[in-house]
């Protein structure tokens, strides 16, 4: 059973840093590529940042998150992970983990929401001004 644990979020204020954490279990974890996306009431899901599978392990940023943002993983621990910072009130949202075999990741591809086949329950994250 495929399992997408997050942690990390919390009350931050603007500017501040945080790490999300995403427990991976119960597929081969080099076979998938893992994302990070978020959605703030009203909106739509949105893709933040994502990382390829073992082959290619290539990243895509949003923009909106483009050096404030760092995604990595940690195979060994079946463990991924985005480190935040300079956030934003803007950046109020749940985040979640999710992942989708076999997607090609780049710099302007594989990170949309309808892409990805298995979800965490979500963190959120909350930046006050």
């Known amino acids: 059973e495929v399992q997408l644990v997050e942690s990390g979020g919390g009350l931050v204020q603007a500017g501040g840093s945080l790490r999300l954490s995403c427990a991976a279990s119960?597929?081969?974890?080099?076979?998938?590529?893992i994302g990070w996306f978020r959605q703030a009431p009203g909106k739509e899901r949105e893709g933040v940042s994502c990382?390829?599978?073992?082959?290619?392990?290539?990243?895509y940023y949003a923009d909106f998150v483009k050096g404030r943002g760092t995604i990595s993983s940690d195979n060994a621990k079946n463990m991924v992970y985005l480190q935040m910072s300079s956030l934003k009130p803007e950046d109020t949202a749940i985040y979640y983990c999710?992942?989708?075999?076999?997607?090609?990741?780049?710099?302007?591809?594989?990170?949309?929401?309808?892409?990805?086949?298995?979800w965490g329950q979500g963190t959120q994250v909350t930046v006050s001004s």
């Open positions: 990382i390829g599978s073992d082959n290619s392990r290539r990243t």
């Open positions: 119960g597929f081969t974890f080099d076979d998938y590529a």
């Open positions: 999710a992942i989708a075999r076999w997607i090609l990741v780049g710099s302007d591809y594989g990170c949309r929401p309808n892409e990805y086949d298995y």
